[in-house]
């Protein structure tokens, strides 16, 4: 699995399955820019800045866990591994950021053979690191991440679109097309609602059970609208 799927996931299991399972990627500015970032560490090489043994572009791997990857930079501070992980935006936390970067120093420790508590994720528009400690909540938090990515992939199972902020700044916004997909997920919702008791009678959607979850008025405006998923839903 790769270590990038964590990351992905994490954010958005629809847009990780479009990738990783139906191979599906598209460039929009902001995959531009982390690629244009990426630029900065993708030569493989090993140099030595203030005493600090610095590898860009680290092969990584765990049997453990199987996870394969690359780590943009492993600082070797007295020999301890601190993995370094470059982002466009600005310095702001994101849990899957974290994720992956956890991911990362799972592998280091399989492969070394040495603990590492903490790395760093440097945001390349403010030139400022944010460290990163791997407490056993976020280890525990990756390795549910691992679990949940592997028996997606093994399903080829295409989760359900949010269809919610993320979507716009997607840049499988048109491969997804969440709009249309949040529909056909409305419909099968509401397909029950149709049904026929025993005396033959469909039963009214006013008087229906879910009618509150579903959060539409008239069985009509749930089959032709394009709504936002109920307060709650996960979509």
Same mark, same amino acid.
């Given at each position: 699995m790769p270590l990038s799927a964590l990351e992905h996931y994490a954010y958005c299991p629809r847009q990780c399955a479009l990738i990783h399972v139906e191979q599906v990627f598209d460039e929009n500015v902001f995959t531009l820019r982390g690629r244009a970032?990426?630029?900065h560490?993708?030569?493989p090489g =090993? =140099?030595?800045e203030e005493g600090v043994c610095v590898a860009r572009a680290l092969p990584l791997w765990s049997r453990q866990y199987g996870l394969t990857g690359k780590a943009d930079v492993v600082e070797f501070r007295n020999g301890v591994p601190y993995p370094v992980d470059y982002k466009h935006g600005p310095k702001r936390a994101k849990a899957h950021d974290d994720l992956q970067l956890c991911g990362q120093a799972l592998c280091l420790?399989?492969?070394l053979g040495v603990p590492v508590s903490a790395g760093?994720?440097?945001h390349f528009r403010s030139r400022r690191r944010r460290e990163v400690l791997f407490t056993e909540a976020?280890?525990?938090k990756t390795l549910e =991440?691992?679990?949940d990515v592997r028996a997606m992939l093994q399903e080829k199972r295409l989760p359900p679109a949010p269809n919610d902020d993320r979507c716009p700044n997607c840049s499988l916004f048109e491969a997804c097309m969440p709009a249309l997909a949040e529909r056909s997920r409305v419909r099968r919702a509401v397909r029950h609602l149709f049904e026929v008791p025993v005396d033959g009678a469909p039963v009214p959607y006013s008087h229906h059970k879910d009618k509150d979850l579903l959060g539409f008025d008239r069985i009509e405006d749930a089959v032709v609208a394009d709504p936002k998923p109920p307060k709650g839903d996960p979509g």
């Open positions: 970032v990426h630029e560490v993708d030569e =090993t =140099t030595e420790e399989e492969m760093a994720i440097y976020l280890r525990e =991440t691992v679990k």
